[in-house]
């Protein structure tokens, strides 16, 4: 946790404070790294390489500065994905933690853990609501190509986060 935002507003506080994430000062090579500029998207079988995720817990508006560093693990970005967070509600790959933790715990069919974080905030089941059929449909595919392929069902062309 960077500590770059309002604390009140930080999710990854609130799931450390609940027991369901731990912070961590360094990372492990077997962690998956949430990093919104990865060259490489989540996929389910990703699953089989990591023991953990870890969600960088930064501002947006830092980002780009804060994923200079390079963190050690298996860095993945995730998919188009709606934010249900009131700051940033239904815009495209504007995440809390929470949910782009959450998103990625989907994606890798891990539901029940996504939905007991989830749980833990007021708007949790708008993130889930906004993107359930995204999520369904990311959890099947095997490759970058797949989620292209899925990102064109939906209308969705521009993932780059850079052009956010």
């Not at 077997?30 to 089989?48: C, G, S, W, Y």
């Not at 995720?53 to 050690?72: H, M, N, P």
Request: hydrophobic residues 40%; neutral net charge; contains cysteine.
């Amino acid at each position: 946790m960077f500590k770059q935002d309002d604390p009140k507003k930080c999710t990854a506080a609130k799931l450390v404070k609940f027991g369901i994430a731990t912070s961590v000062r360094n990372t492990s090579s077997k962690t998956l790294i949430l990093d919104p500029f990865a060259d490489k998207v989540i996929l389910r079988n990703d699953r089989l390489d990591v023991d953990s995720i870890t969600g960088i817990d930064c501002s947006w508006e830092l980002a780009q500065k804060t994923f200079v560093r390079k963190f050690s693990g298996i860095a993945r970005k995730l998919p188009p994905l709606f934010a249900g967070n009131p700051v940033n509600y239904s815009k495209l790959n504007k995440l809390t933690t929470v949910e782009a933790m959450a998103g990625a715990l989907f994606i890798m069919e891990f539901d029940n853990l996504a939905h007991e974080m989830l749980n833990k905030f007021k708007w949790g089941h708008t993130f889930y609501d906004l993107n359930k059929n995204l999520l369904e449909d990311y959890s099947k595919a095997n490759s970058q190509e797949e989620i292209n392929s899925i990102l064109k069902d939906y209308g969705i062309y521009d993932i780059s986060v850079e052009n956010q």
